[in-house]
């Protein structure tokens, strides 16, 4: 059995960096009050890259994943150190507009949470609130494109004015989808978005992602091995708030560099 203890001096092993990177992220640690939850983690993630986190319960992977749009700010008691930008900008800048950023790197949470909306107005909220509709005619344009690319609108076009809370579970996660790349995102944060969905909504999420990436750069905690398989290019594995191993996705799961990333993928542990 690897040892299973936080190392101080661990080092990243695999493929970290990116030629083309979106967001990089140099020497991140959070912590909740005294307790460290992220210890010391640097990766890029690439342009149109799908990128999957994976680890074992409590390793702090969807931690990280909010400190890239500064959900964690919610949090209180919740720090951050070390440097994260996306395109050589410092989202921890105090002069950031965090409403700005969390339009620019969207997120899809667990749980679907449509507002308590018309569908047409739970993807039309965020190009209202950030005025990039300048007519109901660019409103309605807007709202079609989105729910197009989230796969839904074939589904709902004759009920737009209906709750959108009135969807199945994963019509309501392509809503919340739909909602944030309407207001034309750079990347798109996905904790866990298909936990709560049966296997054949899991599907078209998952195709879905696929044809995000062609315009999106997409991060994806998952807890499902064959999804990070099935979605993604890089996979990164975390390990007590560690970043443990980095490589190209079929290289983790057939050949990983670390004996801790082994012991997961083989269910040694976990």
Not at 222 to 250: C, W
């Amino acid at each position: 059995m690897p040892d299973m203890k936080v190392n101080e001096k661990h080092v990243t092993v695999g493929k970290q960096f990116h030629d083309d990177p979106r967001m990089t992220m140099r020497n991140v640690n959070v912590f909740y009050g005294e307790k460290q939850a992220i210890h010391d983690v640097s990766i890029d993630i690439g342009k149109n890259e799908v990128m999957a986190m994976i680890g074992p319960s409590g390793c702090g992977k969807s931690t990280f994943l909010r400190s890239l749009n500064r959900m964690n700010d919610t949090v209180e008691g919740c720090r951050v150190e070390g440097e994260i930008c996306m395109d050589g900008e410092s989202l921890y800048n105090t002069k950031l507009d965090v409403v700005e950023l969390r339009a620019r790197v969207g997120m899809v949470f667990q749980k679907p949470n449509p507002f308590p909306k018309s569908i047409y107005e739970n993807v039309a909220y965020g190009a209202k609130i950030h005025g990039l509709a300048d007519s109901r005619i660019d409103l309605d344009e807007i709202v079609e494109n989105s729910l197009n690319k989230a796969g839904l609108w074939k589904e709902v076009k004759d009920r737009l004015h209906q709750p959108g809370t009135g969807l199945s579970g994963g019509q309501q996660q392509r809503l919340c989808i739909a909602r944030a790349i309407a207001v034309t995102p750079e990347v798109i944060l996905m904790d866990e978005p298909c936990s709560a969905l049966d296997p054949i909504a899991t599907a078209r999420i998952e195709e879905l992602i696929k044809e995000l990436s062609e315009n999106f750069t997409i991060a994806i905690v998952t807890h499902s091995m064959q999804q990070a398989a099935r979605v993604s290019d890089r996979t990164a594995y975390f390990h007590l708030g560690q970043l443990i191993e980095v490589n190209p996705t079929e290289q983790v799961f057939t050949m990983p560099e670390h004996e801790l990333t082994e012991g997961y993928i083989t269910g040694r542990f976990g």
